[in-house]
Every structure is written in structure tokens, then in C-alpha cells.
């Protein structure tokens, strides 16, 4: 299979905001910007007396933009805009009894201050949400068949959508989903999934309360994530093979082409060695360290 290198210099670096601090994850927004949550320290799960600072920086272009979220209990994985405010949630939470279960979600604006919180499972693999304020989450095993309490577990379906007040207005019935490996958001009417045990790649269409959901396969194993222009998908290789990518095309209607492989480099021609990626849209993004990389499908193609 053919090799492309693709080198890439990077458009953001946030070393001046990480002291003190650890990244927690590097997500892009339905806005285009890149959103990174940061801790003051690495949280102890049963530390319920200690509390922890939050930083998201919000980049755009060369501008870095800071919000504190100080006080906090919760340990929290992921960081979405949502409408004017920022959401943040956590993969896990605990059910106690009838009733009692953590909260792992809360809304907060950007001076800091609490605006509302509520439930969105356990076992959360990823979260998007779209500009108008429907947040979609997929589920990795546990969130799926049940851990920490959950003998009903919310995220049994594999694949979920809620408003932007934690109702639920979406629950995958068309999906076999064991473990939802990816997840890309492209728009309200255009969401796709790559999950487990199929490996099918799933496209919901007409939105979340008139969904409709077609189905291919992209012949990949445990890839970790994909982005797409709607014609080409560009995914991570899969098992033994995460680093290197693939690039197919959708040339006939529920199928993709056998592809190339694709590799990232920085300005020194080194491979990009990520400690964490994002895919959404047609883009994919990289950490490496304090630098910020980003590619675009038609940038690869």
C-alpha cells in the first residue's frame, strides 16, 4: 500500500498556560476551535475532600483565550462549547441507590460560575456537541453492559444524544454497539460512528429526532477515530497500527476504497508522536507535548 508523508508545523503552542498544570484532553469545538482542559493536578478518584482547578484554553488561530473553573470536586475528561457556556464532563460516575447516582456533567460559564448540572452515563468514550446545543455521547464497554454500580446502564445502547439540558432525545436501536470506538459530528443532520464488535462505520442522518442510519464498511479493525469531507475518510490504521492513518473514498454508494496509508511529520521530517488526537469534520488534531498540530482532508488528499 502506498505511503504518503504529510508534514505539518504546528499553529498553536501552549507551554505558557501548562505550568502547574496537566492536559487532560484537546478537542476540537463545532465552532472550529480548538478547546484543551487542563488540571491543577492529577485527582485521586476517591478524594472527596480535595479540590482541583480547572483551565480551558480556547484557541483560535495565534490567539489563546483562558477560562478557571477553581473548586471542583469532579474529575472531568472532556470539554465541548456548548451554546454561550462550556460543558464539561466526566467518562465515569457512580450509582448508589435508587436516586443516587453522580452527576457528570455541569455547565459552566466563562468566568467560572456553575449554571446547571446533570447525568450522562457512565463509561463515556467521547463527547461532541453541535452549535445548537445537542450533545452526543458514545460508550466503551463499561458504559455499555455496566460497571461502578450501573446494573441498568444509560449507555446500553452504545450511542446517545441529549439537549442542552440533559434530556434525552436520541438512543441508538439500529447499532449492535459493544464498544462505539469513534465518534464524528459533523453537523445537527450528519453524525457518523465506528464501533465495536462489527467495525461498520454507521452515518445518522436527518437529525437526532427523525434519524435515519446507514450503513458501510471500511474494512479497518479497532480504528480509533476518523475525520471526513463526507467523500474522503481519513481513519486512524487500527490495531498494532495506531500513529499511521488511512486514507479511503467513498467512491460507490456504502462502500470505500482499499486506500493508502498516510503519515504525519513536523518541520524537523520526525513523526508526529501524539499524546492525544481529535477528529472532527474533515480535520484531524494532534498533541505533542505543548504544540498544537492540525491537518485538513483536502491538506492530505
Known sequence: MLTKTVTLQPFADISEYTEGFKVISTQFGADGRVYVLLINQIPERAAINKTYT?????????????????????????????????????????????????????????????????????????????????????YFDEGVFGNYGWDDPIGASGLLAWDEHGNKIYENRAADIADCYALNVVNEKEIWFYYYTDFSLGCISSGPRQAKVNFMNPEISGSSGFSTDGYHFLFDAGYGKHGTFILKKNEKPGSLTKGHKIRFANGQANPIKPDSQDFRKNRVLFREGNLLYQAAIEEVV
Not at 443516587?100 to 463515556?124: M, Q, T, W
Request: charged content about 25%; overall charge negative; aromatic content about 12%.
Open 54 to 138: 480547572y483551565k480551558v484554553l480556547i484557541v483560535e488561530d495565534e490567539r489563546i483565550e483562558e477560562a478557571v473553573i477553581p473548586r471542583q470536586h469532579f474529575h472531568y475528561h472532556y470539554v465541548q462549547p456548548l451554546q454561550n457556556h462550556l460543558l464539561l464532563v466526566g467518562a465515569r460516575c457512580s450509582y448508589y441507590r435508587t436516586g443516587k447516582y453522580d452527576l457528570n456533567a455541569k455547565v459552566y460559564d466563562y468566568e467560572g460560575n456553575s449554571v446547571r448540572e446533570f447525568l450522562l452515563g457512565d463509561g463515556i468514550q467521547s463527547v461532541q456537541v453541535t452549535e445548537k446545543g445537542t450533545i452526543w455521547t458514545s
